[in-house]
């Protein structure tokens, strides 16, 4: 019995790209993009952004609640990988991080078109088998 996982794309930006699309999306260099987004019903968000908000909210509402705080504090205090987590972008599609084939297949395809043009350097899709994700070191969890 096979079962159906969601999916959800990350894309990796150029340098400058990301600079741009964490400060305005709307920017006119990222007219191609932010028309894939808007088409897909999407939202681009910072993977370096979400870490570090998680980790304020951590702080700020007690770090019992939240399993992935050290490992999540760990990456973004990183140099090497908060340098790495600023050019990744998780999307969102209608308002979900995570969603059918379909719309991912559809999502990746646009996307990958902008792959080598300056703005999309590379574009991965994720499922949600825990297999296929891994895990924070035992040390960091808790």
């Known amino acids: 019995m096979s079962e159906q996982w969601d999916f959800q794309i990350r894309a990796k930006l150029s340098d400058a790209a990301a600079a741009l699309a964490r400060a305005n999306l709307g920017a006119p260099t990222l007219e191609p993009l932010a028309e894939i987004i808007s088409r897909h019903k999407a939202t681009l968000v910072s993977q370096y952004d979400a870490f570090a908000n998680y980790v304020a909210e951590a702080e700020q509402q007690g770090q019992q609640d939240f399993p992935l705080y050290k490992w999540t504090k760990v990456t973004i205090e990183d140099p090497e990988k908060k340098a790495k987590y600023l050019k990744v972008f998780t999307l969102y599609v209608e308002g979900e991080e995570v969603y059918a084939k379909d719309k991912a297949d559809a999502l990746e395809a646009d996307l990958k078109a902008l ?12 499922d949600t088998n825990p297999a296929n994700n891994p895990q924070p070191p035992a040390h960091l969890v808790g």
């Open 115 to 126: 792959v080598g043009g300056g703005l999309v350097e590379q574009v991965n899709k994720y």
